[in-house]
C-alpha cells in the first residue's frame, strides 16, 4: 500500500511538472487594415518563453477548407514543437480558399498582405521576437504549401526559410478546383494571371542561396506529379533546396509526419542564423 501511495505521488508530480513545462497556446484576434476585419490565429509559445529573449517564429499554413485551429488538432507533435525547438509557432487564418493571394479578382481577400506584412508586424508588435528574416520562416500544407512558397518567394526581406508539404505548387492543371478561379477568376478568362502567380512560375525571384528550402510529398499524392516538377526546374537553376518523398498521400497521417522534418529544418536554419 505504501509503494502504491508513493507511485502515485509521483505520478502526480509528474503529471503536475509536465503541464507546467507545456507550452502556451493562445487563439489571438488580430487586425487586418487591409481587409477591414479581425482575424484569429493560433499562436504557440515555448515554457521558457519571457520578455527576455528574442525566438525566432515559425509561420504554419493550413489547407483548402481549413482554419487557423487545424495544426493544433490535428498534428499531435505541433504541441510539444515550440518547446522542443525553442521558437514561437504562429498558425494564422487564411479562410476556406484564400490560397494567400491578394485576390485580383475579390478585394475582400487579401491574404497575401495579411500574412506577409500585417500579421508579422503584429506578431513583432506583441511577442519577443527576431524582427528579422533570420528569425524568420514559412511553410504549410496543400493550399498553405503553395501559400508559404508563394509568399517567401515574394516577400524575401520577410522571410529567410520556407517550405511546403503536399502543396499545389502549380495550379494550372485544376482550374476547376478548390476555389482558385473564385481568387484568380477563370483560367479560360484570365491565363495570365494564373501563369504570374503560380509558384513554379516564380523562380526567377530566386537567386542561389538566397531561400532556404525544404519541399515534401507523397508518391500517391495528386499533387506529387507538380512537385516533382517543381523540383527539377529549382535543380535547373541552381536553387538548393530539400526534396523529400515517400509513400503516402494527402491526408494528415502524411502531415502528421511530414511537419516533424519542415520543424527541424526550420530550426537548423534559425541556429545558423546565430551570430558565432
Known amino acids: ?3 502504491l501511495r508513493t507511485l502515485l505521488a509521483f505520478g502526480i508530480l509528474f503529471l503536475v511538472n509536465q503541464s507546467v513545462q507545456a507550452a502556451k497556446i493562445d487563439t489571438v484576434e488580430t487586425y487586418s487594415a487591409s481587409m477591414k476585419k479581425s482575424i484569429k490565429a493560433v499562436i504557440m509559445t515555448p515554457d521558457t518563453y519571457t520578455n527576455d529573449k528574442e525566438l525566432p517564429v515559425l509561420y504554419l499554413l493550413h489547407g483548402y477548407g481549413g482554419n487557423y485551429s487545424d495544426w493544433v488538432k490535428k498534428a499531435s ?15 494564422p487564418d487564411g479562410n476556406i480558399g484564400s490560397w494567400y493571394y491578394d485576390s485580383p479578382a475579390d478585394p475582400s481577400f487579401r491574404y497575401e498582405t495579411y500574412v506577409a506584412s500585417e500579421l508579422v508586424a503584429w506578431v513583432d508588435s506583441h511577442y519577443k521576437t527576431i524582427k528579422d528574416r533570420s528569425g524568420r520562416a514559412i511553410t504549410g500544407l496543400s493550399m498553405g504549401g503553395h501559400g508559404a512558397l508563394y509568399l517567401a518567394f515574394r516577400h524575401q526581406t520577410a522571410f529567410g526559410a520556407a ?3 503536399s502543396g499545389g505548387v502549380d495550379i494550372r492543371p485544376f482550374p476547376n478546383n478548390w476555389d ?8 479560360a478568362q484570365f491565363p495570365e494571371r494564373w501563369e504570374q502567380n503560380t509558384v513554379i512560375n516564380l523562380l526567377h525571384l530566386l537567386t542561389p542561396g538566397a531561400l532556404s528550402l525544404i519541399i515534401d510529398c507523397g508518391s500517391e499524392d495528386f499533387f506529387f506529379r507538380v512537385n516533382n516538377n517543381l523540383h527539377e526546374k529549382l535543380l535547373e537553376r541552381n536553387i538548393a533546396h530539400d526534396y523529400i518523398t515517400r509513400p503516402g ?10 511537419v516533424n522534418y519542415q520543424l527541424l529544418f526550420m530550426r537548423q536554419y534559425f541556429d545558423r542564423q546565430k551570430p558565432n
Open 163 to 165: 517550405g511546403s508539404m
Open 1 to 3: 500500500m505504501h509503494y
Open 180 to 187: 482558385m478561379a473564385k481568387r484568380l477568376g477563370t483560367y
Open 77 to 91: 507533435a505541433i504541441r510539444n514543437a515550440a518547446d522542443l525547438h525553442q521558437m514561437i509557432i504562429v498558425c
Open 249 to 258: 498521400g494527402h491526408n494528415w497521417a502524411y502531415w502528421n509526419n511530414a
